[in-house]
């Protein structure tokens, strides 16, 4: 299932490239790797071998999920297109030299990482012990919670970008004052979910790999780091206050 789901999704991955260079905006990969998501887990979820109800389950909740996010990105990409998301124009100065391989490469890394990440999905869908174990509500209720929050995040931040008003200034309000990427934070929160979730069925404990790639990612690679450098190139010096005084990940009490 694994490998065959694999195949399916560089062909995917591929395809979305030739679009993105026809629209020279490759924004659109973050809307294919959200909704890859959702065909990968609805693919275990129809396929695998396991109780039927855990496999609605957990294709519900990473399909939900899916939908949500990837139509999010969709609306913002969208509404801003031909400009570019700051990430990828960056990454246009720092690959000038060999661009269109390196972007290429990276499209089929996120068609992989799709596979690695679902791994949660396909361990609950191949169990066929019947009945919901406790570990599985924990995770759907942590779900609940966490794309609730992340919702809120999205929603407060989209209400602040929409007022001209705001224009060139740092959303500090509701979740954004207690962090500085509360968004990042729920989305982890997510696969924390599906790892718990995934820790009810047989070998669920190598699903651990999804919320740490994930957390990996947000911290170091392309999440935090990335995003707060295109925030410090527009924002300048009333970012580096936020900065000081609000919790880059963790919610917490904003310092003086």
């Not at 399909?63 to 246009?92: F, K, M, N």
Request: proline share 5%.
């Amino acid at each position: 299932m694994a490998l065959g789901a694999a195949a399916a999704l560089m062909a995917a991955f591929a395809l979305v490239y030739v679009l993105a260079r026809r629209l020279d905006n490759y924004g659109v990969v973050d809307i294919a790797w959200s909704y890859a998501f959702g065909a990968a887990a609805l693919s275990y979820a129809l396929l695998g071998p396991g109780w039927p109800v855990r496999r609605a389950v957990i294709g519900a909740l990473a399909t939900a999920w899916s939908l949500r996010l990837g139509t999010h990105l969709l609306v913002r990409v969208s509404r801003h297109h031909p400009d570019e998301d700051g990430r990828y124009r960056q990454l246009r100065r720092d690959w000038a030299a060999h661009f269109n391989a390196r972007m290429a490469g990276f499209f089929q890394m996120q068609a992989l990482s799709v596979v690695a990440l679902s791994v949660p999905f396909l361990v609950a869908c191949r169990n066929p012990d019947p009945g919901l174990h406790p570990l599985e509500l924990a995770g759907t209720a942590l779900w609940l919670i966490a794309i609730t929050g992340e919702s809120l995040a999205d929603a407060q931040l989209a209400t602040f970008k929409r007022d001209p008003a705001n224009r060139g200034k740092v959303c500090a309000a509701g979740l954004w004052r207690v962090s500085r990427h509360p968004n990042y934070f729920c989305e982890w929160l997510i696969w924390v979910a599906y790892f718990v979730f995934a820790c009810a069925s047989p070998w669920g404990w190598v699903s651990i790999v999804s919320p740490a790639c994930i957390l990996w990612l947000l911290l170091g690679v392309t999440g935090i780091p990335m995003t707060e450098e295109q925030s410090l190139r527009s924002k300048g010096e009333a970012y580096r206050r936020y900065q000081m005084a609000t919790s880059a990940f963790v919610p917490w009490f904003p310092r003086r």
